[in-house]
């Protein structure tokens, strides 16, 4: 077959719904961009960890700490899938984390917040994982069927995450004057990152149109924008806190809210790590894998040393 056929073959197979494995032939372009947004993806987890680690010691209850714990977990497992997802093509892990900790790849701009106060769990569950279910539901309809697989699972968990978000929202939404303040203050400062999470409007996003025709990305940033902010504002509405834009306004005409000016400057100077934790959480990311270092070796040492013993001996050493 020729470049061409395959090419053919290829956009037949986009066309058609059916899914690209690793072994099919795909355009160089298509690779890069599925290995630049899952490596992102990927990054994103394990380093989203960290903000909510943070809280773990100091969970209200057993029951708040062992949940907790669990997303915690979970979101490293999704880490896993992801880079997992990746390696189908072509790159290696040790690569891909070289990239994390030259900065040289991005991870999403959300996780360079600190979290300060208890409420900021609540907040993170709700608006963070609620945002990333918005964007990683058509995500289990991607073109690229490894990615596809790995983000059924992965969105049955940031399900279970959300509503046990906005469950510790509702709690304190419900609870003492303080709490409620305290809630409202989460919602203040999660707010703007979250809606900025889905990357820049779809007028200067490089990638868009692009990834829409591959059918990588099934709806462009700004829809996934306005979806998010259509159902977020109601449920914020629900359990009696504001949603910090003035602008806020529903149209009748579009069936949206409308909403205001998004601080696109903020954005690009988190994205290029000048936010209020880009540094602590690369230094995180660091220091974990230095420590783990002996792990790693430990396992290729034992792997070795199994693949030895199961090495048939040869004739001669037999006898
Ligand atoms: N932060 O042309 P586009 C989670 C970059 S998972 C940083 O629009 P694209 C779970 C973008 O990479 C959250 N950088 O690009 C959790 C590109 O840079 P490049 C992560 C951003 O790829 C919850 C440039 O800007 N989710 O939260 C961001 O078509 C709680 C131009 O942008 C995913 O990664 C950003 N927010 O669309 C974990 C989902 N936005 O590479 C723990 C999969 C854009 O040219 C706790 N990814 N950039 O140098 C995607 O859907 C896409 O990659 C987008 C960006 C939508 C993020």
């Not at 290696?92 to 991870?107: F, T």
């Not at 304190?172 to 990152?193: F, I, S």
Request: one cysteine or more.
């Amino acid at each position: 077959m020729t470049t061409k056929s395959f090419q053919e073959h290829f956009d037949k197979q986009i066309e058609n719904e059916v899914s690209i494995e690793p072994r099919d032939w795909m355009p160089d372009d298509y690779r890069k961009t599925l290995i630049r947004q899952i490596s992102q993806h990927a990054h994103s987890e394990i380093v989203g960890m960290l903000p909510e680690g943070n809280w773990i010691t100091r969970a209200p209850s057993l029951r708040r700490k062992c949940v907790l714990l669990a997303k915690v977990q979970d979101e490293g497992g999704h880490g896993l899938y992801l880079y997992s997802a990746a390696e189908t093509l072509g790159i290696s892990r040790d690569e891909m984390i070289e990239q994390l900790h030259s900065g040289k790849a991005k991870y999403s701009s959300i996780f360079n917040y600190p979290t300060i106060t208890w409420a900021d769990m609540g907040a993170i569950g709700w608006l963070v994982d609620g945002a990333a279910i918005m964007n990683q539901v058509p995500l289990c309809r991607t073109s690229y069927g490894p990615y596809a697989r790995a983000m059924v699972r992965v969105c049955k968990e940031e399900s279970f995450h959300q509503r046990q978000g906005y469950e510790i929202m509702m709690t304190l939404a419900n609870g003492t004057e303080v709490q409620k303040k305290m809630a409202q203050d989460a919602l203040n400062r999660w707010w703007w990152p979250s809606i900025m999470m889905f990357g820049p409007s779809d007028a200067d996003s490089p990638h868009t149109v692009q990834s829409m025709k591959w059918r990588i990305k099934r709806f462009s940033n700004d829809e996934l924008r306005q979806k998010f902010i259509d159902v977020t504002v109601e449920q914020a509405k629900l359990i009696g806190l504001t949603v910090p834009d003035p602008d806020l306004k529903w149209n009748e005409a579009t069936g949206h809210y409308d909403f205001g000016k998004i601080n696109w400057d903020e954005f690009w100077n988190v994205v290029k790590g000048n936010g209020p934790c880009n540094k602590e959480r690369l230094q995180a990311r660091q220091k974990a894998w230095n420590d783990g270092a002996w792990v790693r070796d430990a396992a290729v040492a034992h792997a070795q040393k199994r693949k030895f013993k199961e090495t048939p001996k040869s004739k001669s050493e037999a006898a």
